[in-house]
């Protein structure tokens, strides 16, 4: 596709719940971010791919949240047990391999996660 | 640990005016960027700049980096309504993550 997919657009589960978040980067893009944006706020740094493996997982807030991306491409953000202050905008962004030139992030439209 | 800060955080402004948003930085980095939000939507990427003395223009806005002083500014020139939004600025080292600012939100009004 032209940009940066993400799905679902919004999820709603119940407290406690095993949920997937799923991005589907822009086509020959090897970086690719997460980020969580609650509202009113910036986004936060979650966890960011070169390629297959995880460059800085640093801001995973705990081991609930887990991330992959097997052969490179598509992204699987997972989240166990989830908690209501998990609720939040999950962005993904992806980018070429940093460069003088290719040095911009596009970003996806965003999972919109509801606990209740 | 690399942070960005932003002022104002709530800016008010009559169509017509001209105003300047500021973005701060902790430590050297290599580049910085602006991206706007509007309400519900995804960021949108403006600038990239990429070295000091760097200045880029786009229509209303321009962005200008300062690396000596750790400082990036978004000048608004003849602001109109289509430029309410949220503006970011977001700083990065080369490999790493990007660490955003909390956001300035804009709101032009008639």
């Known amino acids: 596709g032209a940009g940066v997919s993400q799905t679902p657009s919004n999820k709603v589960t119940e407290k406690g719940k095993y949920v997937e978040l799923r991005c589907d980067p822009i086509s020959g893009h090897t970086a690719l971010y997460w980020y969580r944006q609650s509202l009113g706020q910036g986004p936060e740094f979650l966890i960011y791919f070169q390629g297959t493996g995880a460059a800085d997982d640093s801001g995973l807030p705990n081991d609930r949240f887990f991330a992959v991306r097997p052969e490179g491409s598509v992204s699987t953000l997972k989240i166990q047990r989830t908690e209501r202050g998990d609720s939040a905008v999950y962005l993904c962004?992806?980018?070429?391999?940093?460069?003088?030139?290719?040095?911009?992030?596009?970003f996806g439209q965003g999972t919109r996660l509801t606990v209740v | 640990e690399l942070k960005v800060e932003q002022n104002p955080l709530f800016l008010s402004m009559q169509e017509g005016k001209n105003y300047t948003i500021y973005c701060n930085y902790s430590t050297t980095s290599d580049r910085l960027y602006w991206y706007r939000q509007d309400p519900g939507k995804s960021l949108e990427s403006l600038f990239v700049?990429?070295?000091?003395?760097a200045v880029k223009q786009e229509g209303r806005l321009m962005a200008s980096l300062d690396t000596k002083a750790r400082l990036s500014t978004l000048h608004i020139t003849a602001a109109v309504h289509d430029l309410s939004a949220t503006y970011f600025c977001a700083v990065a080292r080369a490999g790493q993550n990007f660490v955003f600012g909390p956001g300035t939100r804009l709101s032009v009004l008639p």
């Open positions: 700049l990429l070295s000091n003395g």
């Open positions: 962004a992806s980018s070429l391999v940093p460069g003088p030139m290719n040095t911009e992030a596009f």
